[in-house]
T-cell receptor, first 115, second 112 residues
Framework: GAGVSQSPSNKVTEKGKDVELRCDPISGHTALYWYRQRLGQGLEFLIYFQGNSAPDKSGLPSDRFSAERTGESVSTLTIQRTQQEDSAVYLC?????????????FGSGTRLTVV | AQSVTQLGSHVSVSEGALVLLRCNYSSSVPPYLFWYVQYPNQGLQLLLKYTSAATLVKGINGFEAEFKKSETSFHLTKPSAHMSDAAEYFCAVSGYGNKLVFGAGTILRVKS
């Protein structure tokens, strides 16, 4: 597509429920990144995909967080047993490759609120 | 390892005045440096980037930044602020094959 698309744009969930966040990167972009942005804070790296593999998962905060990517395209970030501290905007970005030379193109994010 | 420090979480300027947003980085490899802008309820948009070519980089909307290796800085400037420049600005650093590491952001307010 023309840009990075994320869905849903907003999600309110009850504490303890599981949520799935979706990212559609730009067609042909092999690298895909997930970041988290808490209120008033910078971007926190979560995970990086090159193709369908995740060579860097170092930012996932706990084993409640997981992500996958299929067909070198769509990625899903899953948060199990959500907690209030998971409330944040989850941003997805893609780039042409994993070199970092082109910078990233970001989606508009999913605002997750855990109540 | 890489890190970014943005001096000033909030900057306020008058319309027409110089904009200066400060960014200092730390990197163990030759850095690539980026400035992104985030308007309310939107994703991040790339303003400009430095990837080891010219040290003075020009971006969109009249912004530019200068890479100064001796000062490990990559400050963002614009000669004359416009009301539409009000947003949050993020500086980021990466190295070849490394993920972007972002600063905490600077909120720019433009007064009329």
């Amino acid at each position: 597509g023309a840009g990075v698309s994320q869905s849903p744009s907003n999600k309110v969930t009850e504490k303890g429920k599981d949520v799935e966040l979706r990212c559609d990167p730009i067609s042909g972009h092999t690298a895909l990144y997930w970041y988290r942005q808490r209120l008033g804070q910078g971007l926190e790296f979560l995970i990086y995909f090159q193709g369908n593999s995740a060579p860097d998962k170092s930012g996932l905060p706990s084993d409640r967080f997981s992500a996958e990517r299929t067909g070198e395209s769509v990625s899903t970030l899953t948060i199990q047993r959500t907690q209030q501290e998971d409330s944040a905007v989850y941003l997805c970005a893609s780039s042409t490759d994993g070199t970092g030379l082109d910078g990233y193109t970001f989606g508009s994010g999913t605002r997750l609120t855990v109540v | 390892a890489q890190s970014v420090t943005q001096l000033g979480s909030h900057v306020s300027v008058s319309e027409g005045a110089l904009v200066l947003l400060r960014c200092n980085y730390s990197s163990s490899v030759p850095p690539y440096l980026f400035w992104y802008v985030q308007y309310p309820n939107q994703g991040l948009q790339l303003l400009l980037k430095y990837t080891s070519a010219a040290t003075l980089v020009k971006g969109i909307n009249g912004f530019e930044a200068e890479f100064k290796k001796s000062e490990t800085s990559f400050h963002l400037t614009k000669p004359s602020a416009h009301m539409s420049d009000a947003a949050e600005y993020f500086c980021a650093v990466s190295g070849y094959g490394n993920k972007l590491v972002f600063g905490a952001g600077t909120i720019l307010r433009v007064k009329s």
